[in-house]
């Protein structure tokens, strides 16, 4: 039978009409291997019309690369009588000018009046590869930096851990977090925040080596793995030129936007043999140099580690102090420098766990920031404090209470209005109580501490300045915020005597003060040498060992009302 004959009974099947319906391309193939039939899908899929096909062989369709071996595929199911159907998903179907396209081509063979034909199904594959890739992409890369996502980073570094156990190398891992960049959001908003991740994904690619990797975890944490690293030098190089690169700022709509960052290092093998650990103390080591003061490197450690269970302890522990009444006051005189008369009390908060022991308010209280528990302490403090001076205040009407506040507290709305009732609960004059805020408690978020400070001033509160000297503050805001107080930091009273510079500061910021009519007290005054010095200068007050140390409230109940 002619192929002529084969297309004319072809064409009077039923499935003639079904292939003139298809999407698929759909081929029929004489026992010489030459095309008899295409449909017109098959036309559009391969650039060519019927006519310049028919009496071709298929492999016209097909790269050279691929045309022995269909060719072999084919024969041999034509002369087997085969019934089985034969898949290919590796074959590129050729157009007429040479392009090429991937296909999924289906090797049907069928019997047209005894004669043994091969009906070829071909689908374009193009664009379910390019929907994989897409997907693919996605799944692997952070869709706003670009940059490697949380799960392929862990992937690679599953990767990298058995490569570096095998050839013996050490790699290391960054931990790096934008300080502040929560602040970058609430003042330029959050398309600012976004160009800032951007950019910073920018800077990183332009840093590192074709052989390293960056990832963002997700918000403003971003890993950055530095493989095959010698030592610790070459290490700490990277993580400077990464902290220099971001000293420039970025540019938003004419703004200028400064970032800092806080770097954590862990280095494989010494800081841990799996991904989930090696980024566990790289977080950890990041913290630290947080805690530190920013814009800074920090490696990790075993003591880091010690440390930071102990924090866990510490903070599991809060939660149930208050229950358990484990807080207490005591309270450390405060003395006119003129006279050594007391003019004030400052209430201290001092915590023995049943389980800790004793544990020092520098440690527990940032642990209580963080985990915002410390709502709570300091509102019983503040109700504490009230109750037990009453009777103190009331003998002592000059008498002035100061409690410290926390910058967590501080942001809250329902600040004042606390404040208030506890003052109207214990019947105290808001005259006879100082709220004493840090210095940087109060340049921090500047625009929402402030508006607190003014309401505070307005309930009739003094405020005080707490541990000034250690922070950067604005002279603007020194002179537009409404307070009564400075407090000198121990820092700078422990070096008054021995350094020249630091007593030089002393004396231009009790100055300063002056012209702005402030009341100045040092606190941490524990020597006479110090005193004397600090009468030189014009300080008014003072508090410290030297004079008075912490009190229980029996003790400072004795010493004011005897």
């Known amino acids: 039978m002619s192929d002529q004959q084969i297309k ?43 006519e310049s096909l028919i009496n071709e062989s298929i492999e016209a ?19 087997d009588n085969s019934t089985k159907v034969l898949l290919d998903n590796n074959l590129m179907g050729l157009q007429l000018d040479g392009s090429e396209f991937p296909t999924l081509m289906s090797f049907i063979p069928i019997k047209i009046e005894n004669e043994s034909t091969i009906l070829l199904l071909v689908r374009d594959r193009s664009e379910i590869l390019k929907l994989k890739s897409i997907i693919k992409e996605v799944g692997e890369y952070d ?19 058995k490569l570096a156990t095998r050839y013996n190398y050490n790699f290391s891992i960054m931990f790096i977090d934008i300080d502040n960049f929560k602040a970058i959001n609430d003042l330029y908003g959050h398309s600012a925040g976004d160009n800032v991740l951007k950019n910073f994904a920018t800077r990183m690619r332009e840093l590192v ?46 703004q200028k936007i400064y970032c800092a960052l806080s770097i954590g290092v862990a280095v494989y093998p010494s800081a841990g043999s799996s991904t989930e650990e090696l980024i566990e103390h790289s977080d950890q080591a990041m913290y630290e140099a947080k805690k530190k003061g920013g814009n800074q490197l920090c490696f990790y450690s075993d003591e880091m580690n010690e440390a930071l269970k102990n924090q866990y302890q510490i903070q599991e522990a809060l939660h149930t102090a208050i229950s358990k009444k484990e807080f207490t006051l005591c309270y450390q005189p405060q003395v006119r420098m003129l006279d050594n008369k007391i003019i004030g009390i400052e209430a201290l908060i001092r915590w023995k766990g049943r389980e800790i022991g004793e544990i020092s308010p520098e440690l527990f209280i940032p642990i209580a920031e963080e985990t915002g528990i410390i709502h709570i302490i300091d509102y019983w403090v503040l109700d504490s404090a009230c109750q037990q001076v009453k009777p103190w205040l009331k003998k002592n009407p000059e008498l002035i209470l100061s409690i410290n506040i926390s910058l967590y507290n501080l942001r809250l709305d329902l600040l004042v209005e606390v404040i ?23 340049m921090s978020n500047a625009d929402i501490t402030f508006e607190q400070v003014k309401k505070l001033k307005k309930l009739g509160l003094k405020l ?23 407090k000198l930091d121990k820092s700078l009273i ?20 002056k012209l702005l009519q402030l009341e100045v007290i040092a606190e941490g005054v524990e020597e006479q040498e110090q ?3 600090l009468q030189m200068l014009g300080c008014d007050c003072a508090q410290g060992y030297h004079y008075y140390k912490p009190m229980t409230a029996k003790e400072i109940s004795t010493l004011l009302l005897a």
């Not at 706003?144 to 990767?159: P, V, W």
């Not at 960056?214 to 030098?233: C, P, S, T």
Request: proline share 3%; glycine share 4%; net charge negative.
């Open 8 to 50: 004319t009974q072809f064409e009077n099947q039923p499935l003639y009409k079904f292939c003139e319906m298809l999407g698929d391309g759909v081929v029929l193939i004489d026992k010489t291997c030459k095309i008899i039939y295409v449909n017109y899908a098959a036309e559009c899929l391969f650039a060519r019309d019927s």
């Open 61 to 79: 369709l097909l790269p050279e690369r691929s045309q022995k071996k269909i060719y072999q595929q084919i024969v041999g199911l034509l002369n």
């Open 143 to 161: 869709p706003l930096t670009n940059l490697l996502n949380r799960t392929t980073i862990q992937k690679e570094m599953d990767k990298l851990i």
């Open 209 to 254: 080596r074709d052989t390293d990797l960056v990832a963002r975890l997700g918000g403003d944490e971003f890993i950055l793995v530095q493989q095959r690293v010698n030592d610790f030098k070459e290490i700490a190089l990277l993580g400077e030129r990464v902290i220099n690169a971001f000293a420039q700022p970025f540019y938003y709509e004419k």
């Open 420 to 442: 208030e009732n506890l003052l109207t609960k214990h019947t105290i004059s808001p005259q006879q109580i100082c709220i004493e805020l840090s210095e940087a408690a109060v």
């Open 464 to 486: 005080s300045i707490d541990d000034f000297g250690t922070g950067y503050s604005s002279m603007l805001y020194l002179i537009q915020l409404p307070f009564d107080e400075l």
């Open 494 to 513: 422990d070096k008054i005597v021995n350094c020249s510079n630091t007593k030089n500061v002393i004396k231009t910021i009790i100055l300063l003060a």
């Open 531 to 533: 005193a004397t010095c």
